[in-house]
């Protein structure tokens, strides 16, 4: 299972085997503060069993957020890089991102449902990259 929460689409996307289960709303506290980018990977159930290991890997950002991918543009048959936008406010830690991201309690009930050793969470500022789509896994740009 794959979960990706987007702070620019203010949305929850679940997939399982690379097929869509859940698309749904989420708010976001402070939302003109950037997330930052984090990857949590579900390992195992804890040595008590009462919840579950993750391991964490944020992206350095630096404030920059890119514009999406999708509003590259073309110039005589070459595209260009998308265009650089620099926050004031700085990105949050992967605790501060979790803590201000509110989910509709049917997305956590499904998570929970289906979340198994290798499931991963990411949080990121943009949205779903343009190769994201049917039969593929979130593709996420970090450039």
């Known amino acids: 299972m794959a979960v990706f929460v987007s702070r620019k689409e203010k949305k929850i996307f679940v997939r399982q085997g690379m097929t869509p289960i859940l698309d749904m709303p989420v708010v ?10 984090h990857v949590f ?3 195992g159930a804890t040595g008590d069993g009462s919840g579950i290991r993750w391991n ?11 514009e999406d991918y999708r509003r590259m ?17 700085p990105p949050s830690t992967a605790a501060d991102a979790l803590d201000r991201v509110q989910m509709p309690k049917e997305a956590v009930d499904r998570v929970n449902e289906l979340l198994i050793p290798g499931s991963s969470l990411v949080i990121a500022d943009d949205g779903l990259g343009r190769e994201t789509g049917r039969g593929t896994e ?3 740009l970090t450039h």
């Open 56 to 66: 964490l890997m944020t992206v350095p950002t630096d404030g920059i957020i890119y």
């Open 41 to 43: 990977t579900a390992l």
């Open 28 to 37: 976001i506290d402070d939302p003109d503060r950037p997330l930052g980018l």
């Open 138 to 140: 979130f593709i996420v």
């Open 73 to 89: 543009t073309r110039r005589r048959g070459r595209e260009t890089a998308p265009m650089p936008v620099v926050s004031s406010k």
